[in-house]
Each structure stands twice: as structure tokens, then as C-alpha cells.
């Protein structure tokens, strides 16, 4: 096993043997915990004259976050959704895709952007690691709803906070000690919190799988 696996399965899944370090990184976690929390609270929030609302998590990783933004941006017209493009060949400010029509390649938006902006047909779809920028592009072209994809942790913008929870936790403590971005506790600060097999249920499928030969 890597020392990337083995690092990832003391976050999510961690066995007896992994505690000694997590108990000696908790310093460390707590120290960035506090941090996040007073940030959160000192920071002043700016509003753009929108609805923004946000999708995120708590934890590093995966948690529905993309299906879900993709269900509820279903639901509404006129709506732009907003990411960093997570895994892209490119930076700055792009647009991936303007009321349905693709505008660039899947390697210039990442692979999570562009399955957003496939699954909506009638959504826009920006990538920027400047979120203020990409709130400012979708109204000037006459957004009536932004959608954030894992915006949590934008503390500075004005929205309505959404928060996907894993139906199990196994580790409680903050990076580097366990997978939260904040204290937990720090979900007081979203309005709406969903649990998985609760509030909502991931659905995985798979295709293309092809026989593995091992030599």
C-alpha cells in the first residue's frame, strides 16, 4: 500500500494502528480548526443582488456533491452554476458551457464541470478559482440563480448554505488528523443540512468495465 492509501484510509476508514499518529497530528488539527472558525466568523460576507446558493461538504472528498448540484439546477431556469474545475488543464476564468452549448474541452474544464454542464441542458456552466469573478460574469449575462459547487468554504460570499453529510463518519477530527475542512460543530453555519440515506441516496453505475489480466 502507498503512503497516499494508507494516509486516505487513516481519513476514512481508520484501523487501530493509525490512532497514535492521529492523536499525535491533533495539535496540528486543532490549531487549523481554530483557525477556520475565526475565520469564518471575522470574515465580511459580500452580497452580488442574486440567490447564490451553495453546495458542499464538511469532508475532503467525495459526498454526492456534483449529482446533487446537477439535480436541483434541474429544477430551476435561468440558472449558472459555478465551480474551481477541479482536475482541469487550464486556469482562470472559463466558460464551459452557456445555456447548453459546450464552449471548451473536457481537459480545459475537468471532468466534473463538463459532466454538469452535459447533465443541463439549459444551465450555464463557468469554471474560475476567483468566485467572485465567475458571480459577476453569470449576472452580467442574466443569471436569476448561481449554484456554488463545494462552496462551504467561501466564507466571504453572501449565500444560502447547503451541507452534504456521509451517512457514516469514522474519523471526528479536522486535516491533518481526520477528513473535516472545519470542527464539525461548524455545520451550525449551514441552512440546510442533508444526511445520506436520510435526505438524499448516491446511485453508482458503471460502464465500459473491461476484464483486468493480471501477467
Known amino acids: 500500500m502507498s503512503i497516499a492509501a ?38 465580511a460576507k459580500k452580497t452580488f443582488g442574486l440567490p447564490i446558493v451553495s453546495v458542499g461538504n464538511l469532508i475532503v472528498g467525495g459526498s454526492g456533491k456534483t449529482p446533487f448540484t446537477i439535480a436541483l439546477a434541474s429544477r430551476y431556469s435561468h440558472v449558472t452554476v459555478i465551480s474551481r474545475g477541479y482536475g482541469r488543464k487550464s486556469s482562470g476564468l472559463l466558460e464551459v458551457s452557456r445555456k447548453g452549448k459546450i464552449l471548451i474541452s473536457v481537459e480545459e474544464s475537468g471532468d466534473e464541470a463538463m459532466l454538469m454542464a452535459l447533465s443541463l441542458p439549459e444551465a450555464s456552466v463557468i469554471v474560475c478559482e476567483d468566485r467572485h469573478k465567475a458571480i459577476v460574469l453569470a449576472r452580467e449575462q442574466g443569471a436569476g440563480l448561481i449554484l456554488l459547487d463545494d ?23 479536522p486535516f491533518p488528523s481526520g477528513p473535516f475542512r ?28 473491461h476484464t483486468r489480466m493480471l501477467l
Open 6 to 43: 494508507a494516509y486516505e484510509q487513516m481519513l476514512f476508514q481508520p484501523k487501530w494502528y493509525h490512532y497514535p499518529l492521529i492523536f499525535l497530528l491533533l495539535p496540528l488539527s486543532f490549531l487549523y480548526g481554530t483557525y477556520m472558525s475565526v475565520r469564518r466568523i471575522i470574515t
Open 182 to 209: 472545519e470542527f464539525g460543530w461548524n455545520k451550525r453555519y449551514a441552512d440546510c443540512v442533508l444526511k445520506e440515506g436520510r435526505d438524499f441516496e448516491r446511485i453508482v453505475s458503471y460502464e465500459d468495465l
Open 151 to 173: 462552496g462551504f468554504n467561501r466564507v466571504e460570499i453572501e449565500k444560502f448554505e447547503i451541507i452534504l453529510e456521509p451517512e457514516t463518519i469514522h474519523n471526528p477530527f
